[in-house]
């Protein structure tokens, strides 16, 4: 039995050294550098980037050119006072040639393109806001994620831990049996009860591979690439709730809320403007030349430079601009209720994750001192066993309680480090 166990573990190392040692650092590097969902938000970002300008905005001049050409066949036929002068004719060959520069400067419009020109910018920095939270939320997956494999594993040492105890006991009878101090039904439960957790370890296994599967799915990694992950949880205890309310409102999310009740702001002036006269100036430079094989002009040229002002004042368009802007007023009513709503989610969010996280950490204390003296008994029942002062039905109760607050503290150490990241992510304030 000994030289199976010694082989099985030997093979699980040889195996592990093929295994690329995946840390958390790596794993939350690969996220941000592959997710999708980021790569999305910093193409947004760009286009946001692109989009602030103050010629986006309209606040430039706007230049055109112009050109025709036009050639023509027609048939002519003129008459004059002086009838000498009269003429007509078929298949007269023309051409009319025209082209021009225009340009235009807007001077006023109601203050529009102000308004546009920081609603750009305000897009621009929610934008950005949005790619802050989505990185938070990327790392807060990614750590649970990873975690959650170092709880599995966790679980797995264990059953290892709770195997070595039934190999022992299963020693300890097969000697008794050899002295005559033992019956063959004692040694065919031991071997049951060392099957069943032979069992629940290859259980375990397929939930390790599985997690690690879903790990390297949320990392952008081929689903079969051999992971090794070595690693413990240790759970931060200083996370103050003070500290966190305070920081909520620096959350991305929620600046981008607030962005957004000034975006709309910004539309409702930019709505308005609609209702003010737009002013322009305009200059370029035009050149008409006609041209005719007969008739009363065979060449008209005109070609200068111009300039003007072009005032357009809206009159009556149906009330749509009126309407636009009470839109306009209404969704800006309507951000600051989804912030307030936000705000108040995330407050209470706070506030229940922290009554988690405090109490989990009360029940670690009593927990990790249930563990130990779990461990104690255990092997002290081994012991007594050994010396045959202890039944095997004493043996298995011990070792269900070993096993049991074995998996509770490692669910507690898991459940208060999920808590720990998540008031972090709420307070921006994840590192890794």
């Known amino acids: 039995m000994k030289k199976i166990a010694f082989l099985f573990f030997c093979s699980i190392s040889l195996a592990g050294v093929a295994q690329q040692k995946l840390s958390l650092t790596d794993a939350i590097n690969t996220a941000l550098k592959n997710s999708y969902d980021i790569q999305l938000s910093r193409n947004n970002l760009e286009i946001s980037s692109i989009n602030n300008y103050i010629g986006v905005a309209g606040g430039l001049p706007v230049v055109s050119g112009t050109a025709s050409d036009n050639e023509q066949v027609t048939s002519i036929n003129q008459k004059f006072a002086d009838a000498t002068r009269d003429t007509k004719r078929d298949n007269v060959g023309s051409n009319n040639l025209a082209a021009g520069v225009t340009g235009s ?8 393109v102000v308004a546009t020109k920081k609603r750009l910018e305000e897009l621009q920095s929610q934008n950005q806001q949005l790619l802050n939270a989505q990185v938070q939320a990327t790392i807060a997956s990614v750590m649970t994620k990873y975690y959650d494999v170092v709880r ?46 032979i069992q629940s370890q290859q259980s375990q296994d397929l939930v390790i591979g599985q997690a690690k599967t879903d790990l390297l799915n949320l990392i952008f990694m081929k689903p079969d690439s051999p992971i090794s992950i070595s690693d413990t949880i240790i759970v931060d205890k200083s996370v103050n709730l003070d500290t966190v309310r305070n920081r909520v409102s620096t959350h991305p ?45 065979l060449l008209n040229q005109s070609y ?21 802007q009470r839109v306009a007023s209404i969704n800006t009513r309507n951000a600051t209720i989804l912030r307030d709503n936000l705000a108040f989610d995330y407050e209470t969010g706070v506030v229940r994750t922290y009554q988690s996280y405090e109490n989990t950490l009360s029940q670690l204390q009593t927990e990790q001192k249930n563990y130990l003296l779990s461990t104690q008994l255990l092997d002290l029942v081994l012991q007594k066993f050994q010396l045959g002062q202890a039944t095997i039905i004493d043996v298995k109760q011990a070792q269900q309680s070993f096993e049991n607050e ?8 898991f459940a208060a480090k999920t808590a720990e990241i998540e008031l972090k992510r709420l307070a921006s304030q994840l590192a890794y």
């Open 406 to 413: 074995g998996y509770r503290l490692v669910n507690l150490n």
């Open 304 to 324: 200068g430079p111009f300039v003007g002002i072009n005032l357009a004042v809206p009159i009556y368009n149906g009330n749509i601009s009126k309407r636009q």
């Open 105 to 112: 400067f807007l001077l006023y419009n109601g203050l529009r």
């Open 253 to 297: 999310l929620l600046m981008a809320a607030n962005q957004q009740i000034r975006i709309n702001e910004l539309i409702e002036k930019e709505t308005a403007a609609l209702r003010y006269p737009t002013l322009r100036a305009t200059t370029g430079y035009n050149f008409t030349s006609s041209k005719s094989a007969a008739g009363f002009s």
């Open 152 to 197: 599995q594993q966790s679980y797995l040492k264990t059953i290892f831990q709770s195997i070595d105890v039934s190999k022992k006991r299963l020693e300890i009878l097969q000697v008794r049996k050899d002295i005559g101090l033992s019956n063959n039904a004692d040694i065919l439960q031991a071997q049951l009860d060392l099957n069943a957790l």
